[in-house]
């Protein structure tokens, strides 16, 4: 019995130190206090076409094509990167982080289902042609590294996009440094 009393008071003592840490969370703050940053929040454009990316702590530019579809860069947090999409033919996924071209050689390489062709390659580039059996689907893809000092950003196309040449090579240009103000 004694046992039993022991684990309710536990309980007991445990539900109420969360009643008052949520009642202190609640805040009686007031509205000049900081509020978090938004990672939902869209990056606004420069001009009609340049979206800066400073407020996802990425100093740089991206110089979207007119495709006839306002740009929008917005974070997407379970994959930890900014996305920026203009209509069917532009996508991008930026990350900050290390490139590991050899990685992504080895997957074309050993892909069972796509025959994958590099069309360029430079130290800072991978541009490669993915093709389904029976010329199902052609579909252009890349890897570019953007180094600024001494943090290096990954510009990739976004996953599950049908890109032709031409929207690769405008989104390989599209991405630059944000000039020192």
Do not use: W
Request: charged share 20%.
């Amino acid at each position: 019995m004694r046992l039993y009393f022991r684990g309710m008071k536990s309980s007991i003592l445990c539900i109420g130190s969360l009643l008052l840490f949520a009642a202190c969370g609640q805040g009686g703050g007031s509205s000049a206090d900081a509020q978090p940053a938004d990672s939902t929040a869209t990056a606004p454009p420069i001009s009609a076409n340049v979206l800066d990316l400073s407020q996802f702590d990425m100093p740089l530019l991206v110089n979207v094509p007119e495709k006839g579809t306002a740009p929008l860069a917005v974070m997407n947090e379970e994959m930890g990167q900014v996305e920026v999409r203009a209509g069917d033919h532009f996508g991008l996924a930026i990350k900050e982080m290390e490139p590991d071209f050899a990685r992504l050689k080895a997957d074309l390489e050993r892909d069972m289902l796509l025959k994958n062709t590099i069309v360029q390659e430079a130290p800072e580039l991978l541009l490669y042609r993915s093709e389904y059996p029976n010329e199902a689907g052609v579909f252009m893809h890349f890897m570019q590294v953007v180094k600024l000092g001494a943090r290096t950003f990954v510009v990739e196309d976004l996953q599950n996009g049908r890109f032709n040449e031409t929207d690769a090579k405008e989104m390989v240009a599209a991405v630059m440094p944000k000039p020192a103000s």
